[in-house]
């Protein structure tokens, strides 16, 4: 789409209690587009709102962009509107660890955040669909959904808290019993950790799916059988290929898991409670992403 002959209109959805974020980003954003040649509408999210309402507002808006202002889930609740759309979605990232924007490389720093919803072009990518949850990022079961739920039920943000939630979690949660087939084969094992990835790499840069395609149309599974940090950071570094005792690899456009008891469930950073099944498929061509030029 060309904005050469009319001014771009833009809409921001602004999700106030994201991150450490003390500063007011309203006023910032209209500042920032007092000279420029578009024009800027902002609704700031209120408590529990509602998907109906959100959608109600980009309607009634007809924006030529939409910008998700907060973390992943902020994200994902744009996404979840204007999901098999062509409108773009921008990202400001100002959540506590804004993995989608560290995957597409989207600058941290506010005016230059701006600078690419204005100016940056729309890049297609596929989602999935994780227990009727749409997922744009990452969605897992065991450890990493533990240390989720941990994070949050912490006062405080940032990387000391989460450094806490993990030492927590690495302390007191158990393996998984897991089961699913992927082509010919049935998988029966412990697990620490399923990871559904649509992504390469979490919020704190941990690269857990180093040959993930955003825009391809299947997902990786990553199944985690022991505590294998050191073992992700070591192929995160060297490159070498992983122990298959530790760690293994699938793709797939869809598949079913299921547990002996109920295990730890998170999507895109937010945690949604205990299950003892994950039901997953891909959704080709989901949404379009504003994103830097290679």
């Known amino acids: 789409m060309t904005y050469k002959n009319k001014k771009q209109r833009l809409l921001f959805i602004v999700n106030r209690g994201s991150g450490n974020n003390q500063e007011s980003l309203t006023l910032a954003i209209t500042a920032y587009f007092k000279d420029k040649d578009a024009i800027a509408e ?3 999210l209120p408590k529990n709102c509602s998907l109906d309402r959100i959608k109600n507002t980009i309607t009634k808006a007809n924006a030529d962009k939409v910008v998700a202002v907060g973390g992943d889930g902020t994200l994902k609740l744009v996404a979840e509107c204007l999901l098999n759309t062509t409108i773009p979605i921008g990202i400001i990232p100002v959540g506590s660890a804004n993995g989608m924007a560290k995957e597409l490389g989207i600058p941290m720093q506010l005016d230059k955040a701006l600078e690419l919803v204005l100016h940056g072009k729309a890049r297609q990518i596929h989602g999935t669909l994780v227990n009727n949850e749409l997922c744009i990022h ?5 450890f990493n959904a533990y240390l989720v739920k941990r994070f949050d039920e912490l006062p405080q943000r940032g990387m000391l808290t989460y450094a806490k939630a993990a030492w927590h979690a690495f302390w007191n949660h158990r393996k998984m019993h897991i089961s699913f087939k ?3 084969r049935t998988i029966k094992t412990k697990a620490a950790m399923v ?3 649509n992504a390469t790499k979490y ?3 941990l690269q857990i799916n180093p040959e993930g395609k955003l825009d391809d149309e299947v997902f990786e599974v990553i199944l985690i059988k022991e505590y294998a940090v050191m073992e992700i950071i070591k192929i995160w570094l060297s490159k070498l ?3 298959p ?5 699938f793709q797939t456009s869809a598949i079913k898991i299921t547990t002996r008891y109920k295990v730890h469930f998170q999507v895109d950073g937010e945690y949604l409670g205990k299950v003892n099944t994950i039901e997953a498929s891909v959704i080709p061509r989901a949404i379009h992403l504003i994103i830097p030029e290679p």
Not at 138 to 142: F, P, Q, V
């Open 42 to 44: 902002i609704f700031e």
């Open 138 to 142: 990452l969605s897992d079961i065991g």
């Open 182 to 184: 992927i082509d010919d």
């Open 195 to 197: 990871v559904i990835a």
């Open 203 to 205: 919020g704190t840069g």
């Open 241 to 243: 290929p992983w122990n």
């Open 245 to 249: 005792e530790k760690i293994e690899r």
